[in-house]
């Protein structure tokens, strides 16, 4: 095999030992192959592999019998037969943005020389092409003409590669119903945008707590760490909703066994609405005192200006189902009326059931 290897052709090895200078790469039984430590050393000079990795790497020729690689193709080590192998097997390569050209970029490229549009540099975020110059970033050829004369190269292409790439991967490790972990970038009155493992998800302020959320930033602030559960995600349009609240024990289920119905509760007004008043009976569970229950109001008046969150209110349960999250209540004075009402005309009745005096009864 190693002897119809062509300088430029990629495979993928095993990394059997590593230097100081040099990681060597198993080839077969008998041989193995030299690579420069440098070439796995991230932008802060840490190794960014270990021995019994897989790695791509590329035949670049023989030096004193041994046959060497590379896991770049750049600098000194990109010559034309690894560039024209670069652009046929699509390959990136690394170049070093020179200067500032009419439509572009010069890029340097081994001893080559090429042309980046402005269209094709940076992804997503472009720069001022200042920003640009003196870099050396990654690039794929598109173009490779005249014989590597000619070569018109992009690293938004690459850009996105990576990005497509990333975002397979997520879409494999977020899905619904998984439990991740965030840290908040913003909080937006409509809820807060949260880092998961690079991608920014949605968390709307109805999935925060179970309570209402009146005050956002009461609640969530920027910088804070949250867990939730991934609810709902649209890879295509690169929408996903997590909720905080789907992991919390749901007050609804708690309430099943502590309220009851026909029996008086002080609570809070949680929230006024055309058809009625939201009373907060336990911590998340509130329940609705309809506009026709409530005293000395009528279809023309404003019960806005009579009710405001917070106010302190006595009810009655009326009606519960717990399954779909509804309770109907009274206010408890109206209900006291009906019952003192009703023992009144019961003893009344009672006295006399056939001569029964209104003026008597009123004396005595």
Partial sequence: MNNRMEIGDQFETEIVQIQKDYVFLAMDAKSEGVCDTADFLDKEGKLTVKEGDKVKVFFTGYINGEMRFTAKIAGEKADKSMIENAFNAKIPVDGH??????GGFEVKIGSSRAFCPYSQMGFRQKEEPSFYVGRTMPFIILEYKNDGK?????????????????????AREIT???IVEGVVESVQSFGAFVNVNGFRTLLPVSEIQYDRVEDINSVIAVGQTVKA?????DWKNEKVSISVKAILEDPWKASAEALKLETK????????????VFVNLVKGVDGLVHISELEGVNKNTNIKKLYKPGDEMSVVIKEM??????????PASSVEQDLSAAKYLSSQKDDDDDSYNPFAALLK
């Fill in 321 to 330: 189902d717990i399954q779909n999250k509804r309770i109907s209540l009274v």
């Fill in 97 to 102: 943005v020179e200067k500032e050209i009419k």
């Fill in 150 to 170: 000619d070569l018109t190269v992009s690293n938004r292409v690459l850009g996105e590669q990576q990005y497509a790439e990333k975002l397979d991967s997520l």
């Fill in 176 to 178: 619904p119903g998984k």
């Fill in 265 to 276: 509760y002080d609570g809070k007004v949680a929230r006024v609405t055309d058809f009625g």
């Fill in 229 to 233: 559960q991934v609810i709902k995600a």
